[in-house]
């Protein structure tokens, strides 16, 4: 709900943000009664059926990706003018994972899973961030991406905790400092 608030404030003019953001303000709760239902244990201080919701929200994420890339290539548009654009009516794909981003930080305070003060502090500081960055004049494209690859570098946190293996770790250590970079 406070999301949906959040959004309709500083995007009063995208009702289509308004409405994707009602959708993960819904589906969030959703899994996570599902998660927490089934899922028991703990990976690093935190509730491990957290860890499954995280995960959930970042392949969405990847599945915008996607999406954007077909979009992108399909457009007129080069990525440079996209990078610098400002916010444009039809650009749902980009609202979304916004909006997605923005749900996934919102929901750990409201699920009870931000308890200590470095978690809090980065949900915040992101939180932030992503309203700043849905009021932007331009650089739509440059704050979708950054979006993207932030979220692609957790996702492999998140893996690691959850199936711990070589092959997760490799993949963690040698990308997420490429996502940090970018």
């Known amino acids: 709900m406070a999301l949906i608030v959040l959004v309709a404030l500083t995007c009063p003019e995208r009702p289509v943000m ?6 993960w303000g819904v589906l969030f709760p959703a899994l996570a009664k599902w998660f927490r239902a089934s899922i028991s244990g703990e990976c690093e201080g935190y509730p491990r059926w957290s860890y499954f919701l995280c995960i959930t929200q970042q392949l969405a994420l990847i599945c915008l990706a996607a999406a954007l890339v077909y979009q992108l290539y399909a457009s007129p548009m080069t990525i440079e003018e996209w990078m610098r654009s400002p916010w444009r009516p039809g650009m749902v794909i980009e609202e979304q994972v ?8 919102l929901k750990d305070f409201f699920l ?5 003060y470095g978690f809090i502090a980065h949900h ?10 849905l009021t932007l004049p331009m650089g739509v494209g440059i704050t979708t991406i950054n979006a993207i690859q932030a979220e692609s570098g957790s996702i492999l ?5 959850v199936f711990p293996s070589t092959l ?5 250590f040698i990308v997420m400092p490429m996502s940090n970079m970018a």
């Open 157 to 161: 946190y998140n893996l690691m905790l």
């Open 124 to 133: 915040s500081f992101v939180v932030i961030g992503c309203v700043v960055c």
């Open 168 to 172: 997760t770790r490799a993949l963690y």
């Open 112 to 116: 009870g899973t931000a308890t200590d």
């Open 98 to 105: 916004h909006a997605l981003v923005l749900g996934a930080m």
């Open 18 to 23: 308004i409405t994707v953001a009602c959708g």
